[in-house]
Every structure is written in C-alpha cells, then in structure tokens.
C-alpha cells in the first residue's frame, strides 16, 4: 500500500490515452480483471487507472461522473504475470469435497490467494476463491475443469452487482 502511494505522489500526471509500462493500474475488485479480458480504465485524478471489465456496472457508471471510461488495451501489462481473479464456486457439502476443489486448482498450478465461503446451506456451500493467473484463456480452463467436477454445482466468475 505505501509503495503504491509514493508511486502515485512521485508521479508526472498521465496524459490522457498515453499509457506505457509505468503508468500506474489499478485492477478493481469489483470486477477482477485479467489479462484479454474486455475491459476499459478510467482516469483517477490524472495521476493513476483503474482497469475494469467492460461488463461491470462502474465501467459505465463510475462513482465519480467525470470520469470517462475508454477501452483498455492489455499491451501495456507485458510486465505484469499475474492477475488476481474472483471465483464463485457452488460445491456440494460432502466430506472431501472442499479438498477436491482446491485439489483441482492446485493440480494447474494456480496459487490460490485467498478463500471464504458464504451462504451455507444443507446440501451445498459457496466459496469464493481469488486465484492468481496468467490470463483469461487460464481462468476459462479452470472454471471448466472446477465445472466438471462432481463436487461443484457451478464455477463462475464473481461480479459486483
Ligand atoms: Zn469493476
């Protein structure tokens, strides 16, 4: 967090749509972007992005209305190897299954960064997972592999409504 901010401090303001490789991003987490996904930035007080996916609501609605959303190209990330991703997992609630989830994640090589799960019911449980990933072709392979299993119900990506 203090890296960041002495980053931003230090910094020239950045000229509108000339992004390279020390413009400062922030990839939000209402969405979770990753690498080749759709997605758009917007301007924070001239000095920093924020990277979201096209389909979030603040990439159209942005909490501060000057804001102007315009599309972001994923070329200027050539430095960056990992992207944090949001996962919502629905997993059926039977002794093992948990472990067989993470199983599958680790199985790819995929670190996983942190876990909750959330709305606990009788028969299933929902986990929410943020995974670090390379990009978005990493993220598909592993919602399919995680939808394949007997275990989960569904995988899917989180998304703030
Ligand atoms: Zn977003």
Redesign the pocket.
């Known amino acids: 967090m203090k890296n960041w901010l002495v980053k931003i401090f230090f910094r020239k303001k950045v000229p509108e749509d000339e992004l390279d490789e020390s413009t400062v991003l922030y990839f939000?987490d209402?969405?979770f972007p990753v690498k080749n996904d759709q997605a758009v930035k917007l301007l924070n007080n001239g000095m920093s992005y924020s990277v979201?996916?096209s389909i979030?609501l603040?990439?159209s609605n942005p909490s501060d209305p000057q804001q102007k959303s315009t599309n972001f190209n994923w070329d200027v990330c050539k430095k960056i190897k990992l992207y944090k991703s949001k996962i919502a997992v629905l997993i059926e609630n039977e002794i093992g299954n948990l472990k067989t989830v993470i199983d599958c994640i680790v199985c790819m090589r995929i670190n996983i960064f942190s876990i909750n799960t959330a709305n606990i019911f009788e028969d299933f449980f929902e986990c929410t997972i943020v995974v670090e990933i390379e990009d978005l072709v990493v993220l598909n392979r592993l919602l399919d592999e995680l939808g394949e299993l007997q275990a989960v119900y569904s995988a899917v990506r989180y998304l703030?409504s």
Do not use: I, N, T
């Open positions: 939000a209402c969405c979201h996916r979030c603040k990439s703030e």
